[in-house]
């Protein structure tokens, strides 16, 4: 078992370009998670799934836009990479009846410049 | 929204200490959960509290639900130098979905040998 992968581990961008973040779960887990994470702010919400085909905001959707068109897939697009979006991202995951327990991704370090 | 504030935001220890540190709202929440996140990898449970009052060990660790429901504090013994990490509380908002965490802005752990 892989858990939750994410592709790529590093990116470096230029303002106003474009990209896709993949996670991928291979745990059957109905739902998934993308977050945010920044110096002395912890992990923020940006957008996640409670099953196939369906998404929801978080506390900071803006400039992000996700796919969820595979169970074990959830897709975090930037459309027009901005320097505010320079973060570590997390995509996690989890079962249905586990209130609980995330399983996180080992991040993907973004930089805008 | 609903806040989740840590203290200390970093603590610099030596081998052999023990470690103290809380998470505080100014709402009530019904579940307290901890998780530490070691360097360049995603967070990881360790323990979870679900009653006012409660207190929970794990190893070395030791978790308690605040009477107030609005604090947790998490108590590490005999550190050791894999104990190096970021300390992440979090929780279900209170009155909201479950299906979505709230993390704090975390309390950063360095063990001198």
């Known amino acids: 078992n892989a858990g939750v992968t994410q592709t790529p581990k590093f990116r470096v961008l230029k303002t106003g370009q474009s990209m896709t973040l993949l996670c991928a779960q291979d745990?059957?887990?109905?739902?998934m998670y993308w977050y945010r994470q920044d110096p002395g702010m912890g992990l923020r919400l940006i957008h996640y799934s409670v099953g196939e085909g369906t998404t929801a905001k978080g506390e900071v959707p803006d400039g992000y836009n996700v796919s969820r068109l595979k169970k074990q897939n959830f897709l975090l697009g930037l459309e027009s990479a901005a320097p505010s979006q320079t973060s570590v991202y997390f995509c996690?995951?989890?079962?249905?009846?586990?209130?609980?327990?995330?399983?996180f991704g080992p991040g993907t370090r973004l930089t805008v410049l | 929204g609903q806040q989740l504030n840590q203290s200390p935001q970093s603590m610099f220890i030596q081998e052999g200490e023990d470690v103290s540190m809380n998470c505080t709202s100014s709402?009530?929440?019904?579940?307290w959960l901890w998780y530490k996140q070691d360097p360049g990898e995603g967070p990881v449970l360790l323990i979870a509290l679900y009653k006012a009052g409660e207190l929970t060990s794990n190893g070395r660790l030791t978790a308690q639900f605040g009477i107030t429901r609005k604090d947790s504090f998490l108590n590490i013994s005999a550190s050791i130098p894999s104990d190096v990490g970021i300390y992440f509380c979090a929780g279900p908002p209170y009155g909201g979905a479950t299906n979505k965490l709230i993390f704090g802005t975390g309390t950063l752990l360095a063990v001198q040998p």
């Open positions: 996690a995951s989890r079962l249905q009846g586990e209130t609980d327990t995330q399983y």
């Open positions: 745990m059957n887990h109905e739902y």
């Open positions: 709402s009530i929440f019904n579940t």
